[in-house]
Structures are given as structure tokens and as C-alpha cells.
């Protein structure tokens, strides 16, 4: 059966190319993509029309580095650097989801959010606790949040009461793993937390794991002065950050690696020899006085940049906030250095929130023919209607100026869920 979504389609195609299709018809069967066409042909003139008129449709978005536990708490001491608010926020929270009742609640608030934010696709840590993950798992999918969700290995340096023994962590991975077969949508991806909290015998079994089933993995790299420090002293071997998780064998084209914000030439020159993903966070880097990822840098080198909200460093759910944030930092790390070629353009952003998302997780580029419809209808039209405003422009005005209540259709695998 045919249908077809009538309005101004917008589609990242690559990092510098949009697909704009004015007053265009995207047209499914069955739930997925057939193709994007002007006007109807005569034989689809049985097609049933939703048309949303002059708003936008837009890939819906990939939230490609968050945390779940940590969304009850979000724009929570932002006055602190990453160690130490990690150490008075992030821990003791997460701790409390050693109980399921009250991460059912929790994880069921976040699912919904997620939706009503246009956000469909995501990988995301949970707790180190292995029936919460589970339950996590099962509230996205419920939601129609599709992906790839962590249960967290931490044995050291962290919290007693938030701390597993190395076999305790073995044991629990693969407990998780097994009972993660029940879902469709939302797979599991091995999460060790940061290569400090993780000790060498865990990381091994971990890559082992990965080598043996073929799993992605996802991690922190780079983030921060003092935890690139902490780091050079527990894995004294290993000259720089990034070669802790190519060591365990952690470090590929199935991984990605939260931040980058102090990745050097040579750091970044092995990411992408080795196909990993970077995800940008702008807003925790902001907020956590880490610093400005190089972010135009790794995409001139050809590296597959994602972005990720990093709730709760990061302070918004919001991918259309993501985005903002992500073009303002990037004007602001040209500033301090004198070179506004450090400055990304909205083709940059919407590709690196939609695109480099669907990608890692095997898709294509836009709105790929044969694939279930992920998708968003973002209404700007209640903004000022502006002479000759192209819709280049409306979509970077809409990024600054939009959130999820203009968002007035949400699709994940070819079904409307908001």
C-alpha cells in the first residue's frame, strides 16, 4: 500500500550536500521509503496524501552519545568540572537504579522525551546494573526508540556502592547479553564506562567479547586534561589515550568514542585509519569546562563525526538545541584561534545528527529508498515569513529557534508515533 507525507523535504545527503525538495511528496510502502517525487504519477493516484503544507520534513535524529540514568538530573551542577561532578552527581544517581521500580519510571519519562523530541535512533549507556539496562532496553523499544543501549562495566575507580568486581562484571555482561535476544529494535553495544574505571583484565574480556560475537562498543576518549592525565598513569604502556582501547581491541569501526575533544593529529589520524566514530558534544564540553572539540578539523579529515546530546553534561534532550550548540562552538574555538575556518555550516550539523547516525547503525545517507521511515514534520510556520527566505535558511533558523513543540509528527520504522 502507498502513502505519501506532503511538505518541503530536507535531506543530508553528505556532510556539505543537502537534498531540498520544495512542496515534494515522500512516498512509502508499507512503512518504507519508495522515493521522493515533485507531483504524483499516474499510477499512484491511489496514494493517500497526509500533507502538512508548508512545514519541513526532516530526517528524525540520532542521539549517538547519552546517558540514560543521568536525564532525571540534567542542568544539574554545571558549575563543576568533569571528575568532580561526576563524582557529587553522576554517581550517587545512578546508584539508585539498583532498584527496578524506580527505573521503570524513570526510563519510561525518558523514552517518551525522547519521541516527542524527534529523536528515533540512539546509543546510549545505561547503569551498571544489569536488570535496569534490560528494563531501559524495553522502554525504548516500547516507544519506538531504536539503537543500541550499554549496560556499563566499572571495576575501579569509582564509588563502593557503584563499583562491580571484575567477575561480577563478566558475569552480568554476559547474563545481559543473553537476555537483551528478546528485543528487535534495540541492541546491545559493549559500554566499558572510561578506560580508568575499567582495570586490564576486564578490558581484555571485554574485547575478547567483542572479537567473539561481533559487537560495537562505545566509550569516552579525550575528554578532559585531568582524565587524560589519570589516564597516562594507569596505563603507563600506552603513550596516548586512544591506544588503551586499541590494545583490548576496542578501537574499530564498530565503536564509538564520546568527545575528542583533545584528540591530537595523531589520535585523531588512528581514529580514522580505524574507522572509529567520533561524537560531538558541544553542550557537555560547554558545561564541564572541558573544552571545544576540533570538530570542523575531524570532519576535514574525513572522519565520521556523529552528535550526541550527552545528557546530563550535556544540558538539552533537544538534537535541534544539539545542533545550535555544536555551530556556535565551532564559531567560537575560530574566534579564540583566529581562524573562522573552524566554523561548521547547518549542512554539517544536520548531517552529523541525522546521516552519521543512520550510518553507523548500517543505513544509508537521507531518506534511503527500501529503508523504514524514520522522519520528523518540524512546523515553522508561525516564525516571521521573510522575503525570498530559501529553505536552506528556514532549517538553520529552525535549529536555533524551534524545539519539540513544533515538531508535529514523529516516524520511527515506518510508523507515526507522535
Not at 50 to 55: L, T, Y
Request: glycine fraction near 6%; proline fraction near 4%.
Amino acid at each position: 500500500m502507498l502513502t505519501a507525507l506532503k511538505g518541503n523535504i530536507i535531506e543530508a545527503l553528505s556532510p556539505d550536500i543537502l537534498g531540498i525538495h520544495p512542496s515534494s511528496y515522500l512516498v512509502l510502502e508499507d512503512g518504507r521509503v519508495e522515493g521522493i517525487y515533485p507531483t504524483l504519477t499516474e499510477n499512484m493516484a491511489e496514494t493517500a496524501v497526509e500533507d502538512f503544507g508548508d512545514a519541513l520534513i526532516l530526517q528524525s535524529f540520532s542521539d549517538m552519545h547519552l546517558h540514560g540514568p543521568q536525564y532525571e538530573y540534567m542542568g544539574t551542577g554545571m558549575d563543576r568540572p568533569l571528575l568532580e561532578w561526576l563524582e557529587t552527581y553522576a554517581f550517587p544517581t545512578e546508584a539508585k537504579y539498583s532498584d527496578t521500580s524506580y527505573a521503570r519510571e524513570m526510563y519510561r519519562t525518558l523514552a517518551h522525551d525522547l519521541i516527542q523530541n524527534g529523536t528515533t535512533r540512539v546509543a546510549m549507556f545505561s547503569s551498571l546494573h544489569t536488570d535496569s539496562t534490560l528494563i531501559l532496553m524495553a522502554e525504548l523499544e516500547k516507544a519506538g526508540v531504536t539503537g543500541y543501549v550499554g549496560k556499563v562495566n566499572m571495576d575501579r575507580n569509582a564509588p563502593p556502592y557503584l563499583c562491580e568486581t571484575t567477575e561480577e562484571s563478566e558475569k552480568e555482561t554476559l547474563r545481559w547479553l543473553e537476555e537483551s535476544k528478546r528485543f528487535t529494535l534495540v541492541k546491545p553495544i559493549l559500554t566499558p564506562r572510561f578506560a580508568p574505571s575499567c582495570s586490564s583484565e576486564l578490558l581484555a574480556f571485554l574485547g575478547k567479547l567483542k572479537a567473539e560475537r561481533d559487537l560495537p562498543v562505545q566509550s569516552h576518549l579525550s575528554e578532559n586534561l585531568g582524565e587524560i592525565a589519570l589516564v597516562g598513569q594507569l596505563f603507563p604502556d600506552c603513550p596516548q589515550y586512544w591506544e588503551v582501547y586499541d590494545k583490548y581491541g576496542l578501537f574499530d569501526s564498530k565503536t564509538l568514542m564520546a568527545h575528542c575533544v583533545h584528540s591530537d593529529r595523531r589520535e585523531r589520524a588512528a581514529m580514522r585509519l580505524r574507522g572509529v566514530h567520533p561524537v560531538h558534544c558541544a553542550s557537555s564540553n560547554n558545561s564541564l569546562m572541558s573544552g571545544i572539540s576540533p570538530v570542523a578539523d575531524l570532519l576535514r579529515e574525513g572522519q565520521k563525526v556523529c552528535l550526541g546530546s550527552d545528557v546530563s553534561g550535556g544540558t538539552t534532550l533537544s538534537m535541534l538545541r544539539t545542533m545550535a550548540n555544536s555551530i556556535s562552538a565551532s564559531k567560537d574555538r575560530g574566534a579564540l584561534q583566529q581562524d573562522f575556518s573552524q566554523a561548521i555550516s547547518i549542512e554539517h550539523a544536520y548531517y552529523m545528527t541525522t546521516s552519521a547516525g543512520q550510518t553507523f547503525f548500517g543505513h544509508g545517507a537521507g531518506f534511503t529508498v527500501g529503508e523504514k521511515l524514520h522522519a520528523i514534520v518540524l512546523d515553522d510556520t508561525k516564525l516571521p515569513k521573510l522575503p525570498n527566505i530559501t529553505l536552506r535558511e528556514r532549517l538553520l533558523r529552525a535549529v536555533y529557534r524551534l524545539d519539540d513543540r513544533h515538531i508535529r509528527a514523529v516516524y520511527s520504522e515506518g510508523v507515526r508515533r507522535k
